[in-house]
């Protein structure tokens, strides 16, 4: 028996998949799920072979799939073919790709955000206090007693703020820790108060969310994590108290560049944000 072909209208496995550019893996899947069958399976060799009349049903399963159409909704459709049938299909396809673009949309916004955050901490001018403005942002947030001396002692807390969330925080905003404003007055620096999650815009948190408003901040950015901030609160705090200043709120303290990024310690970025008036 030749390999191409048992008579003129049968065509092996491998040279159907070479005509119509998918793997042999693609058409045993369509056989799995019922959508394509051989015309004839060699009950000796187990060889499966094609007819030159289910080239209409591969094409319409490619075209299908080339649409994102699911296996199960074709496999529908080839059993109920009508022209109601497919309109609908097709209609329920488009909006399923239109969410999709949305999707891909907030996941593109998302990347460009964390491009500009990474080249934002990597030309950060290190160890200089200085006063910025900060935008309104969101953020939900736990009152949490932390001592944190390596990056797994934040863990317990995240896994508190992602509870009841369809998306992880690693897909959400930026987390943060803070201190009260009362504890940085009176100079304790050595426990955190709060854990935030500082959303983008695009971002849906289920629980409660606190609106902040747009404020000015005494702001450093050093080389190093949580474990070394406290002297860089100290040099906050004599920066305040020498130009005045009031403290208004709580610190906003974020590892730009950490573990999650590079596990080179000489690369981290951490800011500390004080608001102040």
């Known amino acids: 028996m030749r390999r191409e072909i048992i008579?003129?209208?049968?065509?092996?496995?491998?040279?159907?998949a070479k005509m119509f550019h998918i793997s042999v893996g693609s058409l045993r899947h369509y056989e799995q799920a019922g959508l394509l069958k051989p015309e004839y399976i060699d009950e000796n060799s187990g060889y499966r072979y094609y007819s030159t009349r289910q080239f209409e049903v591969l094409n319409t399963i490619r075209y299908l799939r080339l649409l994102d159409m699911p296996l199960n909704q074709i496999a529908d459709f080839l059993q109920n073919k009508d022209i109601d049938v497919i309109e609908d299909k097709l209609l329920k396809q488009k909006e399923i790709i239109a969410r999709k673009q949305q999707e891909?949309?907030?996941?593109?916004?998302k990347i460009d955000r964390r491009l500009q955050q990474l080249r934002d901490a990597i030309s950060s001018d290190l160890n200089t206090i200085r006063l910025v403005n900060t935008p309104p942002c969101r953020?939900?947030?736990i009152e949490d007693t932390l001592e944190l001396n390596s990056y797994l002692d934040l863990e317990y807390s995240i896994r508190r703020l992602e509870?009841?969330?369809?998306?992880?925080?690693?897909?959400?905003g930026k987390v943060g820790v803070g201190i009260a404003r009362d504890n940085l007055i009176a100079d304790r620096f050595e426990h955190y108060n709060l854990v935030f999650l500082l959303l983008d815009d695009e971002d849906t948190y289920e629980g409660n969310i606190t609106q902040l408003p747009a404020v000015t901040c005494v702001s450093v950015r050093f080389c190093g994590s949580h474990s070394e901030a406290a002297v860089y609160y100290q040099k906050l705090m004599d920066y305040i108290h020498g130009n005045h200043?009031?403290?208004?709120?709580?610190?906003?303290?974020?590892?730009?560049?950490?573990?999650?990024?590079?596990?080179?310690t000489d690369k981290f970025v951490t800011e500390i944000l004080i608001p102040v008036a």
């Open 245 to 264: 200043l009031e403290i208004t709120g709580f610190s906003r303290e974020i590892t730009m560049i950490d573990y999650g990024i590079t596990n080179d």
């Open 7 to 16: 008579d003129k209208k049968l065509f092996q496995i491998g040279d159907v």
């Open 104 to 109: 891909l949309a907030i996941i593109e916004r």
């Open 163 to 172: 509870e009841h969330q369809a998306a992880s925080l690693t897909f959400l």
């Open 139 to 141: 953020i939900a947030w």
